[in-house]
């Protein structure tokens, strides 16, 4: 991806985070919907120490001491290019971080993309157009528990923002408005008067309806904000259900396949900042339906999941409103068959 031409999306950025009452941070640190999935392979073993291990997977673990170090959105310098912090800020008070975003992300995005035109709900080569970035600032705010519950039943992750990470835009499910075809395996580009973009770009996002950037699946544009090439992966977002989100590396720097993941793309094991083990979800290197999250093993509070926006129309539109490819409100989110319940430890 180049980074020539982008557009300017000077943004302030506004940091804050304590136990109660929202603060400035002095500085920004570094650390910068449910369907049939593969059933977990029990051949496949986690290459960390599972027996070192001192958690429970359903033993609740207080995150927020973890989270209360985490910026979000923070300026970030790649290869000599600045790209500018979102606005954002996060606020700790009793069992909860509320995080707030503009939803712009702090790096780089493609000049142009391919868009459904005027009423398509699944965009490709034959009905999609290519427009200038229609990326928008949104107001999105999200209370998210510190200390999340595991629950054996699953909750679908409908389309629609399902958590956020640590760049300050938020991630969807795997699926487009079908809430069937695969966000990640569907991508095109299309070239127009010397002009080129794609459906998702090379940080595994794309703006939606209304012009909300998203993710669907590991981007490489947020895990280099935290880790280091051969390292463990650090913590890149969070759930709704307030469990973690880590890129596709173990404690270890070893790769988690996405057949050692349950059906919610979650796995209890020890991370970087959870050494005694928690359960967390794995965005791993895929670009199947395993690539995100497909549903919460957690308790959700589903008032906290905002659906995604109602298709745009066509050229006309107002300022930053891209053609859609989304279904409107209400979307049911569908539940796959052939859930399992997450293996427990030791498994």
């Known amino acids: 991806m180049t980074t020539e031409n982008r557009p300017d999306t000077k943004r302030l950025a506004v940091f804050g985070i304590s136990a109660g009452v929202s603060v400035v941070l002095a500085s920004a640190l570094l650390l910068t919907a449910c369907a049939a999935s593969p059933s977990p392979d029990s051949s496949a ?11 429970d997977v359903t033993t609740p673990v207080d995150t927020s001491t973890v989270l209360a170090q985490l910026t979000w959105g ?8 600045t790209f500018d912090a979102t606005e954002a800020s996060a606020t700790i008070a009793g069992d909860a971080i509320t995080i707030a975003s503009n939803g712009i992300p702090n790096h780089e995005r493609d000049e142009y993309y ?9 965009p490709n080569e034959s009905n999609s157009q290519l427009v200038t970035d229609p990326t928008t600032a949104q107001e999105q705010s999200f209370s998210i528990p510190t200390r999340p519950v595991y629950s054996e039943t699953t909750t679908a992750a409908p389309l629609g923002s399902i958590g956020i990470m640590i760049s300050g835009s938020v991630i969807f499910n795997p699926f487009e408005a079908d809430n069937k075809t695969v966000a990640m395996s569907s991508n095109f580009t299309l070239d127009e008067d010397g002009k080129t973009g794609s459906f998702i770009d090379q940080c595994a996002g794309h703006p939606g309806p209304g012009g909300e950037y998203h993710y669907h699946g590991n981007s490489e544009c947020v895990t280099r904000q935290v880790d280091e090439t051969g390292g463990g992966s650090h913590i890149i977002g969070l759930a709704l259900d307030g469990f973690p989100i880590y890129g596709a590396y173990d404690i270890d720097g070893g790769e988690v396949k996405a057949t050692q993941l349950d059906e919610c793309n979650g796995i209890f094991s020890a ?35 905002r659906p995604m926006p109602p298709m745009q129309g066509g050229p006309g539109n107002g300022p930053g409103q891209g053609p859609g490819q989304g279904p409107g409100q209400g979307q049911p989110p569908g539940q796959g068959p052939g859930m399992q319940p997450a293996p427990k430890p030791g498994d």
């Open 74 to 81: 923070a300026a970030q310098t790649v290869n000599g290019v």
């Open 271 to 305: 991370t970087p900042e959870f050494p005694s083990g928690i359960y967390h979800y794995v965005l791993p290197l895929t670009t199947d339906a395993t690539s995100s999250i497909r549903c919460f093993h957690g308790v959700v509070d589903e008032n906290q999941i």
């Open 45 to 55: 073993s986690p290459s960390w120490n599972s027996a070192a291990l001192t958690g």
């Open 114 to 122: 391919a868009v459904g035109t005027a009423g398509v709900s699944l």
